[in-house]
């Protein structure tokens, strides 16, 4: 049996997760502001598609883990979300987004973990295997936008081990 060399931390692998945050479809709650130039109605096709597609094209990769984490809370159970094979669905909580993506990398297992939102049309499975890539070799990995904003954040997540 291959035993580790004396002297170096023996490295642990990881499972991959990937949450994919969304909000209920619901006209008022999401895409509020596309909502008042093209009318609720639209917005909310609009929205329900790029969930549904994201969550289709990126949940059913075997290379990581994916979760759906809803907002409000009280709809986590709601027959209204895609929900492909062994992709669990878990509460934001409350607060402000950054609170509950911090909640959500607290509650999540040891390993690296990405959050993306549910209304980004062009992500591919490509991309977040990248940004996985890249948590390999590093503790954190953003994907920006021109705006200032981002569409995914990962962190590493390693506990130390003794």
């Known amino acids: 049996m291959a035993r580790p060399v004396a002297?170096?931390?023996?490295?642990?692998?990881?499972?991959?997760?990937?949450?994919?945050?969304?909000?209920?479809?619901?006209?008022?709650?999401?895409?509020?502001?596309?909502?008042?130039?093209?009318?609720?109605?639209?917005?909310?096709?609009?929205?329900?598609?790029?969930?549904?597609?994201?969550?289709?094209?990126?949940?059913?990769?075997?290379?990581?883990?994916?979760?759906?984490?809803v907002t409000p809370d009280k709809d986590v159970a709601a027959r209204f979300w895609p929900s492909p094979r062994k992709v669990g669905r878990l509460p934001q909580g409350s607060g402000d987004l950054g609170r509950r993506m911090q909640r959500l990398f607290e509650r999540l297992p040891p390993g690296p973990a990405i959050i993306v939102g549910s209304d980004v049309p062009a992500i591919r499975p490509g991309h977040i295997a990248e940004a996985f890539r890249v948590l390999a070799r590093g503790d954190a990995v953003l994907g920006p936008v021109p705006d200032g904003a981002y569409w995914l954040i990962g962190l590493r997540r390693s506990p130390n081990v003794l």
């Open 7 to 69: 002297g170096r931390p023996r490295r642990i692998a990881f499972a991959q997760h990937l949450v994919i945050m969304a909000r209920s479809p619901v006209a008022g709650l999401v895409k509020r502001r596309l909502g008042r130039e093209i009318g609720d109605v639209a917005a909310i096709r609009f929205y329900r598609s790029c969930l549904s597609h994201t969550v289709l094209r990126l949940a059913s990769d075997p290379r990581w883990r994916a979760v759906l984490a």
